[in-house]
């Protein structure tokens, strides 16, 4: 696999994959905040994509595209979002993804793109949810939007999807990949500190239900074993177990000083 972007994603790509999937290009060097307003960032991105679109048009080769599966994409929908459903991307950031999607349908190019919702593990960035709520447990103070949920995803759990979508030769869809279990941040935050052993105090924002659930079943459709290991209620635990680890060591080095790319 060709990886472009050497980042959160970029990494886990590459270590999962190396060589396989040799016909396969990855671009995973977007952007990776839903809050940005920065113009330069979504230009870079769009350029990156046309540029790459067009080098596996010439070499034949297959473009796997991320997106969003976030509130940014689906905003709070009343049931579960599914990919035929329309949307109304509510910023900027899942304006700017629904756009490159167009973008990559319409190329000619063979594809696929993943609509991801919050990915979890190694090498994760600084201002993400899960290393910012642990560096804020551990400082003794975190603020908590009330009714706040996300879909958090084991990224092993997103290359074991990835993995089983290249080998079936899956291409020319648009496929949510989320645990489709949305987490309520209090419960996040809750299951932090009973690990680290810590009680922060809460800094409560005011806030209405936010839910944003995804549909997985045509994910599950077309890998039916997909997060089959570990039931639902067990799932927020035995990813914190796998990743608080990684981050409290991290604490020691200075959290912020994560790899930005």
């Keep these: ?15 999962a994959f190396g060589d396989r999937f040799p016909d396969v290009t990855a671009i995973a060097s977007g952007v990776s905040s839903t809050s940005t307003a920065a113009i330069a960032e979504y230009d870079r991105e769009a ?31 009343e049931g579960e979002a599914a990919e035929t459903d329309p949307v109304r991307p509510a910023n900027a950031y899942g304006r700017h993804k629904l756009a490159l999607e167009t973008v990559v349908r319409s190329s000619g190019t063979e594809h696929l793109i993943l609509r991801l919702s919050h990915v979890v593990g190694r090498h994760q960035r600084a201002h993400q949810l899960l290393p910012t709520l642990v560096r804020h447990i551990a400082g003794g103070e975190v603020t908590v939007h009330q009714g706040a949920h996300r879909d958090l995803l084991d990224v092993r759990d997103l290359l074991q999807a ?7 030769g899956v291409t020319k869809e648009v496929v949510n990949v989320a645990s489709g279990i949305p987490q ?12 680290l052993g810590v009680t922060a105090r809460r800094v409560h924002r005011p806030g209405s239900p936010a839910i944003t659930r995804v549909s997985v079943r045509h994910l599950r459709r077309l890998v039916p074993d997909f997060r089959g290991a570990t039931a639902d ?29």
């Design 1 to 15: 696999m060709r990886i472009i972007g050497d980042g959160f994603l970029g990494r886990n790509l590459a270590a």
């Design 47 to 77: 350029q990156v994509v046309y540029d790459v679109l067009e080098e596996c048009r010439r070499e034949g080769r297959l473009l796997l595209f991320f997106s969003t599966a976030s509130f940014s994409m689906y905003g709070f929908p």
């Design 162 to 168: 990835v993995a089983r979508l290249l080998e079936a």
């Design 184 to 195: 309520p941040v209090e419960s996040v935050v809750t299951a932090i500190e009973q690990r």
């Design 233 to 261: 209620c067990d799932y927020l635990g035995s990813l914190l177990d796998a990743y608080l680890p990684y981050y409290t060591a991290l604490l020691s080095q200075d959290l912020t000083a994560l790899p930005s790319r």
